[in-house]
Structures are given as C-alpha cells and as structure tokens.
C-alpha cells in the first residue's frame, strides 16, 4: 500500500495525528534546509494550524478529505493567499496573490496541509533552479549537485523528506527531468487534465500542472485531487477526474512498451543508458511486450519547443511592466523609462534571454521563419506519437540524459542546459501525459530516472503503466538523511 493510504488510515484510527506528521517535516525543513534550500516561504504556523484543524475533525468524527493532515508543498509559481507567490523573480519578490490557484483550493478542500512554497528557475525557465533569483536549491542526495529543475525546489523537498507531496509545473520538463534527478515520482498530466488558473503563465499551450511524490500511488492520490475540469480556465478540459487511487495495478502481461529508437542515440549517459535499458527488459521477462518505435521528429524537439515558450513567454511577460504590479524602478523620466527600468531590474538573464528571443521570433519579417515554423514542427510531433502509439501503450525510455550535474556545470552554457529537456520536452508539445520514475542508481549512488509517455488523456495507463515498473523493478532507494 501505498505511503500516504497507510498514513490515512493510522490518522482515521487515531495511530497518528496530523500534528505529528506535519511537525516532522518541519524538523526536517529546520534541520536541513539550511543547506538544501528547497523553500522560499515555509508557512509554520498555517501549516500547524491546518494540521490541528485536521485533528479536530477526526476527534469529533467528522469526515475527512483525501490528502487529511498531508503536508503538500508548492512550488513557488502556483497562487496560495497565505503567502508571497515569487516566481523565483525578483520582479514578483512582494507579490501576494488575492486569490487561490485552482489546485491550491482543491488541497484544502481535500484536507491538505500547505507546508510552503518551494523555489524555482525564474518563472520556470531553467532545468537546474540555478535561475532562481534567490539562491540555488541543491540535490539531497549530494548537495554539490543539482536538483534539476525549473521545479527542483518541490522534487527536493519530497527527496529530503521535507513534505511527502509536493506540486510542480511541467511545461518542457520541469516535474519530469528534477524528478529523475532526485529518485522522485513526478507527473505531468494530459494538457487539461488539471486547472492552470492560478499557475502563473509561461507557455500557456504547453504549462501544465503535476505532483511530486516518492511513489506512484501516492502520485496518483494528488493528481486525482487537483485533476478535473475547471470553469475558471479555458483550456480545462471537460472531463471528469481521474479515478486512479485504488485502480493502478494492472497485470504486466500483454503491456506494450514502445521504445523509440531515437531516445537512445548520442549524448545518453552510459550508466543510464544500461539502468533504463536492464528496467525494460526486466519488464519482457515478466511478459510484457517490447515495441520497436520510431519517433524522427525528436531531434527538432528541443529546436521548435525554444522557439515555442519564448515566444509565448514573452507575451505572458509583457504583463510586468512596473505599472500594475510587481517590482517598480525608485527613478524614471516619464512611462516608458518607468516600463524598461522596471523590467531592466527585476528579471534575471534567462528570462530577459527568452523574452528577447521571443519577441523576436514574433516579430514581423520572422514570424513566418521561426514561430510558424516551429507550430509546423510541433504538429508534425505530434503525428509522430500518434504513429508510434498504433503499435504500444506507452512510451518508454531515459526522463534526462545525464544524472544530477555539479552546481554551475551548465549554469553560463544556454545550449548545454537545453539539452538537458531532450525526452521531455515532446511531450508537452504534443499535450501527453508523461511521469518519471526512478529506475535505478549510479555508481556514484545518484538516481536515475525512467519516462513513460501515455497517450492523451490515458493519465491513467500512464500511472498504471509506472506502477507496473515501480512493482516490478521493487526498488528500495536509501534515501538521503540529512
Ligand atoms: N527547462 C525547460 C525550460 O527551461 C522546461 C522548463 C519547464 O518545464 N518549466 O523552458
């Protein structure tokens, strides 16, 4: 069974409290987060008074929700009222949101505990946390080392046992590849599947919200509880929720994995080149079925998605402009200096770096060349995976090329950081869901991640298809203890 169903049931027959589990985790955070840094806010108080409310519940026999006295933390780009929403940006350092993300109301209806909010890339851009305008959250597994990113703050913090949950946002692989990084379960829904209002916005087509966890059940626990069609975004999907908790063992037997050819070429780590390929085979043995695939528009993923999220990037950025809120220049001659100044200081170099890229490729003369050029790549993507998916269920192979990387290995090469979203970032063109699982470790004890891609709105076989590999593979990883 999974963590948090057992957790459940301890709490309903008063074996534990909502107290308790919450205070260890901010043991933890005290204890480690010093030197991990997943946090930007933590919210002691409400998450202790969140906790208490649960507790009183259960002593007067009232019922509970689904996630009751779990401390979930959330990443630092997703609206909660009780505390800063940063975007790890300066621009937005004192930015309070007035009202709750979608997902962040589902949590408390649901009986969560919102321990605090983690960091990020600046608004999401990046695949290490490196971007954070704050400071750089670091791998509990060897803290030299990356957590991944743009969601590292939230993978750390489930890594370290700082929270049992934690919610991401995925627009290139930003739940997926930190998962993989840090030995976490981490999920990206189908594009609809969860509500974006309250997400704040980088690539609008391709952001989309998930959940972090150390196992597969417990991942499918937080993507029922924020899963289902929303009003208040119009690309929620009218769709019912996901019906995944209790429904995620299938039998291996007649599974079909596809293994695309091209997720195994140059670049891919040797050491996670033989874990992935050893989980696939250990998955044949036990009777499911390996598929050859192709997918030969992979090598213009990385290409076509840089031009995609800058160029939508630099439309939802246009949005700071020092005038309705967020950071302000203290001098400035009249708007239009009050505008750049503004702007000028608050974002960092790779926001600025997208924002200029994107208002480039927009713009008159180079629309043509790059936008829809890369719109027609994306399409053409997405045919790719319909293909494949006529002959398997899902998709399998590395989450990341390589394992965690030190602490400004990347950090001042944009084209080595990008490569690091090769697996990940098709699948957000094409709106599939897709997870990471660990598979394994190096010699050097770090984790390795596996992706499986499902087809749209299969979130459920996706889930299902991991929980075949979780229970198979039946990986103990040691975690960290910091
Ligand atoms: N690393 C990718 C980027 O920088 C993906 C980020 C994400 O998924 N938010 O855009």
């Given at each position: 069974?999974?963590?948090?169903l057992?957790?459940?049931?301890d709490?309903i027959?008063?074996?534990?409290?909502a107290g308790?589990l919450?205070r260890r985790?901010l043991?933890?955070?005290?204890?480690?987060?010093t030197?991990?840094?997943?946090?930007?806010?933590?919210?002691e108080d409400?998450?202790?008074?969140?906790?208490?409310?649960v507790?009183?519940?259960?002593?007067?026999?009232?019922?509970?929700?689904p996630?009751?006295g779990v401390?979930?933390?959330?990443k630092?780009?997703?609206?909660?009222?009780?505390?800063?929403?940063?975007?790890?940006?300066?621009?937005?350092?004192?930015?309070?949101?007035?009202?709750?993300?979608?997902?962040?109301?589902?949590l408390?209806?649901a009986?969560?505990?919102?321990i605090?909010?983690t960091?990020?890339?600046e608004?999401?851009?990046?695949?290490?946390?490196?971007?954070s305008?704050?400071f750089?959250t670091?791998?509990?597994w060897n803290l030299d080392?990356?957590?991944?990113?743009?969601?590292?703050?939230?993978?750390?913090a489930?890594?370290?046992?700082m929270?049992?949950?934690?919610?991401?946002s995925?627009t290139g692989?930003?739940?997926r590849?930190?998962?993989?990084l840090?030995?976490?379960?981490?999920?990206?829904p189908?594009?609809?599947?969860v509500?974006?209002y309250g997400l704040v916005?980088?690539g609008?087509?391709l952001?989309?919200?998930?959940?972090f966890?150390?196992?597969?059940?417990?991942v499918?626990?937080l993507?029922?509880?924020?899963?289902?069609?929303?009003?208040m975004?119009?690309?929620?999907?009218?769709?019912?929720p996901l019906?995944?908790?209790?429904?995620?063992?299938i039998?291996?037997?007649?599974?079909?994995l596809?293994?695309?050819?091209?997720?195994?070429?140059?670049g891919?780590?040797?050491?996670?080149?033989?874990?992935?390929?050893?989980?696939?085979?250990?998955?044949?043995?036990?009777?499911?079925?390996?598929?050859?695939?192709?997918?030969?528009?992979t090598e213009?993923g990385?290409?076509?998605?840089?031009?995609?999220a800058?160029?939508?990037?630099?439309?939802n950025?246009?949005?700071?402009?020092?005038v309705?809120y967020g950071?302000?220049?203290?001098?400035?001659?009249?708007?239009a200096s009050l505008?750049?100044r503004?702007r000028?200081?608050?974002?960092?170099p790779?926001?600025?770096?997208?924002?200029?890229l994107g208002?480039?490729a927009l713009?008159?003369?180079?629309?043509?060349?790059?936008?829809?050029?890369a719109?027609?790549?994306?399409?053409?993507i997405?045919?790719?995976?319909d293909r494949a998916?006529?002959?398997?269920?899902?998709l399998?192979?590395?989450?990341?090329?390589?394992?965690a990387?030190?602490?400004g290995?990347?950090?001042?090469d944009?084209?080595?950081?990008y490569?690091?979203?090769?697996?990940?970032?098709?699948?957000n063109?094409?709106?599939l869901p897709?997870i990471?699982?660990p598979c394994g470790?190096?010699?050097?004890?770090?984790?390795?991640?596996?992706?499986?891609?499902?087809?749209a709105?299969?979130?459920?076989g996706t889930?299902r298809a991991?929980?075949?590999?979780?229970?198979e593979l039946a990986l103990t990883?040691?975690w960290?203890?910091?």
């Amino acid at each position: 069974m999974s963590d948090l169903l057992s957790f459940r049931q301890d709490l309903i027959s008063k074996k534990t409290s909502a107290g308790d589990l919450t205070r260890r985790c901010l043991d933890v955070i005290r204890r480690a987060d010093t030197r991990v840094k997943a946090f930007i806010t933590v919210l002691e108080d409400g998450a202790l008074a969140q906790a208490k409310a649960v507790d009183q519940k259960i002593a007067r026999g009232e019922p509970v929700g689904p996630l009751a006295g779990v401390p979930v933390a959330v990443k630092d780009n997703i609206c909660a009222t009780e505390a800063r929403t940063t975007c790890g940006s300066k621009i937005l350092e004192t930015y309070v949101p007035p009202y709750d993300a979608t997902v962040v109301d589902r949590l408390r209806k649901a009986d969560a505990v919102i321990i605090g909010k983690t960091n990020l890339d600046e608004f999401a851009m990046g695949s290490s946390t490196e971007n954070s305008a704050f400071f750089t959250t670091r791998n509990p597994w060897n803290l030299d080392l990356v957590p991944g990113g743009s969601s590292g703050g939230s993978a750390a913090a489930v890594a370290a046992g700082m929270a049992p949950l934690a919610l991401g946002s995925d627009t290139g692989g930003s739940i997926r590849q930190p998962a993989a990084l840090t030995g976490t379960v981490g999920f990206k829904p189908t594009y609809g599947r969860v509500s974006r209002y309250g997400l704040v916005a980088y690539g609008s087509s391709l952001d989309q919200i998930g959940p972090f966890g150390k196992s597969v059940a417990d991942v499918a626990l937080l993507a029922q509880t924020i899963s289902g069609h929303d009003p208040m975004d119009a690309t929620s999907v009218a769709r019912p929720p996901l019906q995944a908790v209790g429904n995620l063992e299938i039998d291996v037997q007649g599974l079909r994995l596809g293994v695309p050819k091209e997720y195994f070429g140059a670049g891919l780590d040797p050491e996670v080149r033989a874990s992935v390929e050893g989980a696939i085979s250990a998955l044949e043995k036990r009777g499911a079925t390996r598929v050859e695939v192709s997918l030969p528009m992979t090598e213009h993923g990385i290409a076509a998605y840089y031009i995609v999220a800058p160029c939508e990037a630099s439309s939802n950025l246009g949005r700071y402009d020092g005038v309705h809120y967020g950071h302000r220049a203290k001098t400035f001659e009249d708007v239009a200096s009050l505008m750049a100044r503004s702007r000028r200081e608050g974002f960092g170099p790779e926001v600025t770096r997208r924002i200029i890229l994107g208002t480039f490729a927009l713009s008159s003369g180079y629309y043509e060349a790059y936008y829809n050029r890369a719109l027609k790549v994306r399409r053409k993507i997405k045919q790719d995976f319909d293909r494949a998916f006529e002959t398997c269920d899902v998709l399998v192979g590395p989450t990341s090329p390589t394992p965690a990387f030190p602490v400004g290995a990347k950090a001042n090469d944009p084209l080595a950081m990008y490569l690091c979203d090769v697996y990940t970032v098709s699948t957000n063109l094409a709106g599939l869901p897709g997870i990471s699982i660990p598979c394994g470790l190096t010699k050097a004890k770090l984790p390795i991640g596996l992706q499986i891609q499902g087809k749209a709105f299969d979130d459920l076989g996706t889930l299902r298809a991991a929980r075949c590999f979780e229970r198979e593979l039946a990986l103990t990883l040691p975690w960290p203890s910091l």
